[in-house]
């Protein structure tokens, strides 16, 4: 019996605990004519029960090109509102609706409206995470796999607005030597790595390489020996003869990674104060039971003003055309 109203967010109920909540889920896709797609940050086993897991350029072309009725987005809002946009005839759930995201909360569309408007001859790039009203507001989307990529595609005299993340546009102007005005926005996960930490860890693992995803502040970047998406980070890993690699992103990815490469080692890059760990609590508010409800009640589903989609599309659009060379 369902115990809790979707205005909290997600559904709630008291599950038989001898309930195979995989094969569950399994049928339940099928039954449903239903994709899950996931994000590198979600728990192992959400991503080993997801019919793609990637970053946020692989998903969204996987949400554009789905022929099924339903989009399962294991992810945070920004995406499934991503899924959205693109399918606008299609059912898009998101397990709960509370995984929100420090980037998007950071970049409110009102006070983004207000700040473009200070700059009338600027064309606006929009990291994909901020939410629907954001895009709405933007020129182009770009995620951390094609932002180098489009970001040289735009002409010397064009002058640029990059949002929301800083630490990514920072990134951006060092790599191509473009001057754009930031907006002022991080990510809770990524601003936390701790330079200090780090250095002593690579003393601790002498000769390990650092991994680093371009929305780690400066401080942290300046000590990697590969700065990429969250792809990109796999990829290396993959292709590097190194053994031992220390990882600056949500410690998600190293599931795959070890996968990938059981032979070596991944090692989470350590945080600022006492923990461990490296994950986001956004990504977590995910799990296996949440994603069998959500199947099973076809609920909570994204749904959006028809406006705004219409107007988040155009940028999104233009991301996908730019990014047609970029794996």
């Known amino acids: 019996m369902q115990v809790l109203n979707l205005s ?8 038989d605990p001898s309930l195979d909540l995989t094969a569950e889920i399994q049928r339940l896709k099928q039954e449903r004519n239903a994709v899950l797609l996931a994000h590198y940050y979600q728990e192992p086993a959400i991503q080993d029960i997801a019919d793609y897991v990637g970053d946020s350029l692989g998903l969204a072309r ?9 989009i399962l987005f294991a992810g945070v809002h920004f995406m499934a ?10 059912t898009v759930l998101l397990p709960d609706l509370n995984a929100g995201c420090s980037l998007a909360d950071s970049c409110p569309a009102d006070e983004f409206g207000r700040f473009k408007a200070m700059y009338p001859d600027h064309i606006v790039i929009s990291y994909i995470n901020c939410s629907a009203e ?24 064009q002058p640029i607005i990059f949002a929301p993340d800083r630490n ?18 991080v990510c809770i996960v990524h601003q936390t790595f701790s330079e200090e930490k780090l250095i002593r860890l690579k003393m601790r693992h002498d000769g390990a390489q650092v991994l680093a995803h371009p929305e780690c502040d400066a401080s942290v970047l300046r000590h990697a020996d590969y700065i990429g998406s969250t792809s ?10 190194e053994q031992t690699m220390i990882v600056a992103t949500e410690e998600g990815i190293l599931h795959q990674m070890r996968k990938d490469s059981p032979g070596k080692t991944f090692i989470p890059a350590p945080p600022e104060g006492g923990c461990t760990c490296s994950q986001c609590p956004h990504m977590r508010l995910n799990t296996l039971q949440k994603i069998y409800l959500c199947l099973k009640h076809g609920a909570p589903e994204i749904t959006m003003d028809e406006e705004i989609r219409l ?17």
């Open 8 to 15: 909290d967010g997600f559904i709630n109920e008291v599950l």
């Open 62 to 70: 996987r949400a554009a090109d789905t022929e099924k009725d339903v």
């Open 81 to 90: 509102e991503t899924a959205k946009i693109l399918n606008p005839d299609k």
């Open 134 to 157: 954001t895009k709405a507001q933007s020129d182009i989307i770009c995620t951390s796999s094609n932002a180098e990529h489009i970001v040289r595609q735009i002409p010397l005299d």
């Open 168 to 185: 990514l546009g920072a990134f951006l102007i060092k790599e191509t030597g473009r001057d754009m005005v930031l907006w002022d926005g």
């Open 232 to 241: 990109g980070i796999r990829n290396y890993a993959i292709n590097s003869p």
């Open 311 to 327: 107007q988040a599309l155009r940028p999104i659009k233009r991301m996908l055309e730019m990014s047609v060379a970029v794996v």
